[in-house]
Protein backbone atom coordinates (compact mmCIF):
# COMPACT_ATOMS: atom_id res chain seq x y z
CA UNK A 1 0.00 0.00 0.00
CA UNK A 2 0.89 3.29 -0.74
CA UNK A 3 2.94 5.34 1.99
CA UNK A 4 3.83 2.95 4.49
CA UNK A 5 7.58 1.89 3.21
CA UNK A 6 10.03 3.32 5.74
CA UNK A 7 7.23 5.26 8.24
CA UNK A 8 7.52 4.25 12.24
CA UNK A 9 4.70 2.39 13.81
CA UNK A 10 3.62 1.31 17.09
CA UNK A 11 1.31 -1.05 17.72
CA UNK A 12 -0.03 -1.56 21.31
CA UNK A 13 -0.98 -5.30 22.57
CA UNK A 14 1.01 -6.79 19.69
CA UNK A 15 2.00 -10.00 20.99
CA UNK A 16 -0.87 -11.93 19.65
CA UNK A 17 -4.14 -12.07 17.78
CA UNK A 18 -4.82 -8.93 15.61
CA UNK A 19 -2.33 -6.81 17.04
CA UNK A 20 0.22 -9.32 16.16
CA UNK A 21 -0.98 -9.83 12.47
CA UNK A 22 -1.07 -5.75 12.14
CA UNK A 23 2.27 -5.62 13.23
CA UNK A 24 3.49 -8.42 10.56
CA UNK A 25 1.83 -6.64 7.63
CA UNK A 26 3.37 -3.48 8.50
CA UNK A 27 6.71 -5.09 8.95
CA UNK A 28 5.78 -6.62 4.76
CA UNK A 29 4.70 -3.39 3.89
CA UNK A 30 8.55 -2.26 4.99
CA UNK A 31 7.69 -0.40 8.03
CA UNK A 32 9.56 -0.09 11.44
CA UNK A 33 7.33 -1.40 14.08
CA UNK A 34 7.82 -1.38 17.57
CA UNK A 35 5.85 -4.44 19.45
CA UNK A 36 3.95 -2.64 22.54
CA UNK A 37 3.25 -5.83 25.34
CA UNK A 38 1.57 -5.58 28.57
CA UNK A 39 2.56 -9.47 29.66
CA UNK A 40 4.05 -12.43 27.53
CA UNK A 41 7.65 -11.59 26.25
CA UNK A 42 8.15 -14.70 24.75
CA UNK A 43 5.21 -13.83 22.09
CA UNK A 44 6.25 -10.52 21.31
CA UNK A 45 9.74 -12.44 20.53
CA UNK A 46 7.68 -14.65 17.93
CA UNK A 47 5.76 -11.66 16.96
CA UNK A 48 9.40 -10.21 15.90
CA UNK A 49 10.49 -13.37 14.83
CA UNK A 50 7.46 -13.43 12.04
CA UNK A 51 7.84 -9.31 10.76
CA UNK A 52 11.15 -10.51 10.25
CA UNK A 53 10.05 -13.25 8.01
CA UNK A 54 7.32 -11.44 6.38
CA UNK A 55 9.38 -8.37 5.54
CA UNK A 56 12.34 -10.87 4.05
CA UNK A 57 9.41 -12.67 2.18
CA UNK A 58 8.65 -9.55 0.72
CA UNK A 59 11.96 -9.02 -0.74
CA UNK A 60 12.60 -6.09 1.96
CA UNK A 61 16.83 -6.85 3.15
CA UNK A 62 17.17 -8.54 6.81
CA UNK A 63 18.45 -5.25 9.13
CA UNK A 64 17.10 -2.22 6.98
CA UNK A 65 14.17 -2.34 9.09
CA UNK A 66 13.83 -1.29 12.24
CA UNK A 67 12.14 -3.23 14.88
CA UNK A 68 11.57 -3.14 19.00
CA UNK A 69 9.80 -4.99 21.68
CA UNK A 70 8.46 -2.43 24.55
CA UNK A 71 6.44 -3.67 28.06
CA UNK A 72 4.41 -1.38 29.11
CA UNK A 73 0.88 -1.01 31.04
CA UNK A 74 -1.25 0.96 28.33
CA UNK A 75 -3.71 1.94 31.33
CA UNK A 76 -0.85 3.63 32.96
CA UNK A 77 0.28 6.92 32.12
CA UNK A 78 3.87 7.25 33.02
CA UNK A 79 3.91 3.46 31.30
CA UNK A 80 2.95 4.86 28.07
CA UNK A 81 5.05 8.32 28.37
CA UNK A 82 8.06 5.91 29.30
CA UNK A 83 7.03 3.88 25.80
CA UNK A 84 6.78 6.69 23.56
CA UNK A 85 9.87 8.26 24.47
CA UNK A 86 11.44 4.72 23.92
CA UNK A 87 10.13 4.68 20.71
CA UNK A 88 10.55 7.70 19.39
CA UNK A 89 14.25 7.78 20.38
CA UNK A 90 15.00 4.14 18.90
CA UNK A 91 13.15 5.22 15.35
CA UNK A 92 13.69 8.74 15.56
CA UNK A 93 10.10 9.74 15.04
CA UNK A 94 6.51 8.15 15.20
CA UNK A 95 4.35 8.21 12.05
CA UNK A 96 1.67 5.68 13.03
CA UNK A 97 -0.47 4.42 16.31
CA UNK A 98 -2.56 1.52 15.98
CA UNK A 99 -4.72 1.39 19.40
CA UNK A 100 -5.05 -2.89 19.20
CA UNK A 101 -4.54 -3.25 23.43
CA UNK A 102 -7.46 -4.10 25.14
CA UNK A 103 -9.32 -7.21 26.98
CA UNK A 104 -13.08 -8.30 27.79
CA UNK A 105 -14.53 -10.45 30.26
CA UNK A 106 -17.88 -11.82 30.87
CA UNK A 107 -20.60 -11.29 32.99
CA UNK A 108 -24.22 -10.54 33.86
CA UNK A 109 -24.19 -6.96 34.22
CA UNK A 110 -25.66 -6.42 37.82
CA UNK A 111 -22.89 -8.82 38.98
CA UNK A 112 -20.04 -7.37 37.72
CA UNK A 113 -17.39 -6.78 40.19
CA UNK A 114 -16.39 -3.54 39.69
CA UNK A 115 -13.02 -3.51 40.03
CA UNK A 116 -12.71 -6.11 36.38
CA UNK A 117 -15.19 -3.23 35.14
CA UNK A 118 -12.41 -0.35 36.08
CA UNK A 119 -9.80 -2.69 34.52
CA UNK A 120 -11.60 -3.16 31.31
CA UNK A 121 -12.35 0.81 30.93
CA UNK A 122 -9.01 1.67 32.05
CA UNK A 123 -6.91 -0.58 28.88
CA UNK A 124 -9.73 -0.46 26.39
CA UNK A 125 -11.04 3.10 26.47
CA UNK A 126 -8.76 5.17 29.07
CA UNK A 127 -5.67 3.48 27.57
CA UNK A 128 -6.43 3.87 24.02
CA UNK A 129 -6.73 7.97 24.69
CA UNK A 130 -3.52 8.33 26.78
CA UNK A 131 -1.77 7.05 23.64
CA UNK A 132 -3.82 8.87 20.91
CA UNK A 133 -3.06 12.29 23.16
CA UNK A 134 0.51 11.25 23.11
CA UNK A 135 0.77 10.42 19.51
CA UNK A 136 -0.93 13.53 18.95
CA UNK A 137 1.54 15.65 20.69
CA UNK A 138 4.16 14.47 19.10
CA UNK A 139 2.30 14.68 15.31
CA UNK A 140 1.51 18.30 16.19
CA UNK A 141 5.46 19.38 16.56
CA UNK A 142 6.40 16.63 13.13
CA UNK A 143 4.06 17.61 10.49
CA UNK A 144 1.16 15.20 11.42
CA UNK A 145 0.51 11.47 11.78
CA UNK A 146 -2.11 8.47 11.40
CA UNK A 147 -3.91 6.90 14.39
CA UNK A 148 -6.27 4.00 13.93
CA UNK A 149 -7.84 2.29 16.69
CA UNK A 150 -9.21 -1.48 16.99
CA UNK A 151 -12.76 -0.76 18.01
CA UNK A 152 -15.23 -3.95 17.35
CA UNK A 153 -19.09 -4.52 15.83
CA UNK A 154 -20.03 -4.06 19.35
CA UNK A 155 -19.65 -0.62 19.25
CA UNK A 156 -22.65 -0.68 17.42
CA UNK A 157 -24.47 -3.77 17.94
CA UNK A 158 -25.75 -4.34 22.17
CA UNK A 159 -23.51 -7.63 23.67
CA UNK A 160 -25.35 -8.88 26.56
CA UNK A 161 -22.63 -9.81 29.46
CA UNK A 162 -20.25 -7.85 28.05
CA UNK A 163 -21.67 -4.59 29.54
CA UNK A 164 -18.12 -2.73 29.95
CA UNK A 165 -16.58 -4.23 26.72
CA UNK A 166 -19.74 -2.55 24.54
CA UNK A 167 -19.25 0.60 26.80
CA UNK A 168 -15.59 0.89 25.81
CA UNK A 169 -15.70 0.24 22.07
CA UNK A 170 -18.80 2.88 22.39
CA UNK A 171 -16.30 5.18 23.57
CA UNK A 172 -13.64 4.37 21.36
CA UNK A 173 -16.28 5.35 18.64
CA UNK A 174 -16.63 8.87 20.17
CA UNK A 175 -13.26 9.42 20.96
CA UNK A 176 -12.10 8.51 17.01
CA UNK A 177 -14.74 10.95 16.07
CA UNK A 178 -14.14 13.93 18.25
CA UNK A 179 -10.05 13.83 17.84
CA UNK A 180 -10.65 13.77 14.05
CA UNK A 181 -12.35 16.65 13.88
CA UNK A 182 -10.19 18.58 16.65
CA UNK A 183 -7.04 17.44 14.82
CA UNK A 184 -8.39 17.23 10.66
CA UNK A 185 -6.39 20.76 9.68
CA UNK A 186 -3.24 20.17 11.65
CA UNK A 187 -2.68 16.54 8.65
CA UNK A 188 -3.64 14.20 11.44
CA UNK A 189 -6.01 11.47 10.40
CA UNK A 190 -7.55 9.00 12.88
CA UNK A 191 -10.17 6.46 12.13
CA UNK A 192 -11.21 2.78 13.52
CA UNK A 193 -11.73 -0.96 12.18
CA UNK A 194 -14.36 -2.68 13.51
CA UNK A 195 -13.87 -6.67 13.64
CA UNK A 196 -16.72 -9.17 13.93
CA UNK A 197 -16.40 -12.47 15.26
CA UNK A 198 -12.86 -13.42 14.68
CA UNK A 199 -10.15 -16.28 14.78
CA UNK A 200 -8.05 -14.95 17.69
CA UNK A 201 -6.62 -16.15 21.21
CA UNK A 202 -9.33 -13.83 22.74
CA UNK A 203 -12.37 -15.80 21.52
CA UNK A 204 -11.68 -19.12 22.89
CA UNK A 205 -14.84 -20.01 20.83
CA UNK A 206 -12.60 -20.67 17.50
CA UNK A 207 -11.39 -24.10 19.23
CA UNK A 208 -14.69 -25.63 19.89
CA UNK A 209 -16.58 -26.83 16.33
CA UNK A 210 -19.84 -26.47 17.60
CA UNK A 211 -19.61 -23.36 19.51
CA UNK A 212 -17.81 -21.70 16.07
CA UNK A 213 -20.37 -23.31 13.97
CA UNK A 214 -23.34 -21.66 16.03
CA UNK A 215 -21.50 -18.00 15.85
CA UNK A 216 -20.65 -18.56 11.73
CA UNK A 217 -24.39 -19.54 11.87
CA UNK A 218 -25.17 -15.96 12.52
CA UNK A 219 -22.69 -14.25 9.98
CA UNK A 220 -23.96 -13.46 6.62
CA UNK A 221 -20.98 -14.60 5.09
CA UNK A 222 -21.34 -18.13 7.22
CA UNK A 223 -17.71 -17.28 8.78
CA UNK A 224 -15.56 -15.99 11.44
CA UNK A 225 -12.57 -13.50 10.17
CA UNK A 226 -8.68 -13.97 10.04
CA UNK A 227 -6.51 -11.38 12.27
CA UNK A 228 -5.20 -11.47 9.00
CA UNK A 229 -8.18 -9.58 7.04
CA UNK A 230 -8.28 -7.33 10.27
CA UNK A 231 -4.30 -6.20 9.63
CA UNK A 232 -4.96 -5.46 5.41
CA UNK A 233 -7.74 -3.37 6.79
CA UNK A 234 -5.39 -1.35 9.52
CA UNK A 235 -2.85 -1.00 6.98
CA UNK A 236 -4.95 0.82 4.32
CA UNK A 237 -6.73 3.07 6.68
CA UNK A 238 -2.92 3.85 7.57
CA UNK A 239 -1.58 4.20 4.05
CA UNK A 240 -1.96 7.21 1.62
CA UNK A 241 -4.60 5.26 -0.16
CA UNK A 242 -7.15 6.00 2.71
CA UNK A 243 -5.58 9.47 2.73
CA UNK A 244 -9.03 11.60 2.50
CA UNK A 245 -10.82 9.17 5.03
CA UNK A 246 -10.77 10.67 8.82
CA UNK A 247 -13.24 10.12 11.60
CA UNK A 248 -14.46 6.90 10.14
CA UNK A 249 -15.51 3.46 11.67
CA UNK A 250 -14.60 0.88 8.78
CA UNK A 251 -16.46 -2.66 10.06
CA UNK A 252 -14.44 -5.73 9.12
CA UNK A 253 -17.60 -8.07 10.28
CA UNK A 254 -18.37 -10.27 7.29
CA UNK A 255 -22.30 -8.73 7.13
CA UNK A 256 -23.32 -8.74 11.08
CA UNK A 257 -23.61 -5.74 11.25
CA UNK A 258 -26.44 -5.91 9.16
CA UNK A 259 -29.13 -7.11 11.37
CA UNK A 260 -28.56 -11.05 9.97
CA UNK A 261 -32.35 -11.98 11.19
CA UNK A 262 -33.81 -10.06 8.46
CA UNK A 263 -32.09 -11.55 5.79
CA UNK A 264 -35.39 -13.91 5.62
CA UNK A 265 -38.40 -11.90 4.48
CA UNK A 266 -40.62 -11.08 7.30
CA UNK A 267 -44.61 -12.75 6.74
CA UNK A 268 -47.72 -11.21 7.63
Same mark, same amino acid.
Given at each position: ?111 ? #??? $?? %????? !?? +??? /? ?5 ? &? ?72 ? #??? $?? %????? !?? +??? /? ?5 ? &? ?37
Amino acid at each position: MRGLKGKNVLVTGASSGIGQAIAIRFAQEGANVAVNYYRGEEEADATLKQMRAASAEAGITPGTLKDMKIQADVSKEDNVASMFEQVISTFGGLDILINNAGMQIQGASHEI #PLD $KF %DKMID !IN +MRG /AFICARK &AIAHFLENGGGVIVNDSSVHELIPRPQYVGYTMSKGGMRAMTRTLALEYARENIRINSFAPGATLTPINPWKDD #PER $KA %DIESH !IP +MGR /AGEAEEM &AAIAAFLASDDAAYITGQTLFVDGGLSLFPSFRTPWTG
